[in-house]
């Protein structure tokens, strides 16, 4: 037993070697910051989500300038005309991403009906009224640079009606009629608008936005089998009412023998953009093909230039942060305790990750061209700022406040 003696210190106890270091005052052991490892504290998925999102922004501004800049001469007379569209429209999303990633939970649970019906009225009046660009009418002109395409809008708003929907009934989500019902009809019908106006590839990620919203609500795996049937049979009819989009198809199963003046010149050239860039590229703004050989270059063929002028590290840095995104989101849902919260940030995430994977696998030759964009990255303002908007969502549900990560409740969680 050793003797205490005032005034002199004590020596360390036998338990604890004297090289160790004390908790601070009112803080518990093991509670500090460096207690916990960087990649999984509470915090990082939002910082994550806004790093990676905010240089995707920047890469899709320098490379829309570098792939229009030819064609904007060509016939809008100036080299910024294209690019200075898209950053009008990043300078309205820059501010609409920051409201949403400060909007609480009820709140976007409230615009989730309104969304919906807005969507609806949208795509109804493109039927009726719409604008064919590309052989698909999709669009709606209010003249000057404002024309937009609803079904982008759409996604977002699936995303918010079908989350906000299944979160109410999430007690009830273990009986059919009340799994499927309403949410696959409205969704189905959704859906049905896009495809009247020709528009495959959205229709296509309006399905997975579905899909991944049953899927976390627990729907089981047959019932996606099942599924799968009526869906490659509305793929089938959508092929045989038009020669192009089968010519896709055809060219994609069998390049070798696609018609390399034809069907088969912008799958092609694409992969000639992809050849040429090497390791490091040619250098930003020295690309070929973007000087008329490769058609849409600024859009749905952005990733090719990419890896035209900045080559193999260019690309794997384009899918390292659209990783970063997905890996982020899917953080954000499995970690949400709030039902509408861990279904709303499956859905943004599988949304985002699905368009990204078609998109890529167009250029890359590995699925067919669709024609969807890349997101964040290619040219249009109407694919950009509902995109921002739903990443401005992912980042209210993780934003950290008071220095760590609260998870956001709703009435469904508290009730």
């Known amino acids: 037993m050793t003797a205490v003696v005032p005034g002199v210190a004590t020596t360390p106890s036998a338990g604890r070697p004297p090289s160790a270091k004390s908790p601070a005052r009112g803080q518990a052991p093991g509670s500090g910051a460096d207690a916990v490892p960087l990649l999984h504290r509470d915090a990082t998925p939002y910082y994550l989500l806004l790093g990676a999102t905010l240089l995707l922004l920047v890469l899709g501004l320098v490379m829309v300038f570098s792939a229009s800049s030819v064609t904007a001469f060509s016939f809008l007379g100036s080299s910024f005309a294209i690019v200075g569209k898209q950053l009008m429209w990043v300078v309205m999303g820059l501010p609409l991403m920051w409201l949403a990633s400060r909007l609480p939970v009820k709140a976007w649970r409230a615009f989730a009906y309104l969304g919906l019906i807005t969507s609806l009225a949208l795509l109804f009046l493109v039927v009726f009224a719409g604008t064919e660009v590309n052989g698909n009418k999709n669009w709606l002109d209010f003249g000057g640079p404002f024309r937009i395409q609803p079904s982008e809008l759409a996604k977002l708003s699936l995303v918010l009606w079908g989350a906000d929907l299944l979160a109410r009934k999430h007690r009830l989500l273990n009986q059919w009629k009340h799994l499927l019902v309403p949410v696959v009809p409205v969704g189905g019908f959704v859906i049905g608008l896009v495809l009247l106006g020709g528009d495959l590839g959205t229709a296509i990620i309006l399905a997975v936005i579905l899909a991944a919203l049953l899927y976390v609500a627990g729907a089981p795996l047959r019932l996606f089998f099942w599924a799968s ?112 919260v861990r279904l ?55 934003r950290p406040r008071g220095g760590g990560l609260r998870r956001p409740r709703s009435r469904a969680a508290s009730g």
């Open 229 to 340: 049937v009526p869906a490659f049979a509305v793929i089938a009819l959508m092929l045989q009412t038009r020669a192009a989009r089968l010519s896709r198809i055809t060219d994609w199963l069998h390049p070798n023998a696609s018609d390399p003046l034809g069907s088969g010149f912008q799958a092609l050239h694409g992969k000639f953009a992809l050849a040429s860039g090497g390791w490091w590229g040619v250098g930003l703004g020295g690309s070929k093909e973007k000087w008329g050989s490769l058609p849409e270059a600024h859009t749905d063929f952005i990733f090719a230039i990419i890896g035209e002028e900045l080559g193999l590290v260019g690309t794997l840095a384009v899918l390292g942060l659209i990783g970063i995104i997905g890996y982020a989101g899917l953080r954000v849902a499995v970690a949400a305790t709030d039902p509408f």
């Open 344 to 398: 709303a940030a499956a859905g943004v995430t599988a949304w985002i990750l699905v368009q990204a994977l078609i998109n890529l696998g167009a250029v890359l030759g590995l699925l067919p061209i669709t024609g969807v964009p890349l997101p964040l990255v290619s040219y249009g303002g109407s694919a950009l700022v509902p995109t921002m908007l739903g990443l401005g969502m992912l980042l209210s549900f993780a």
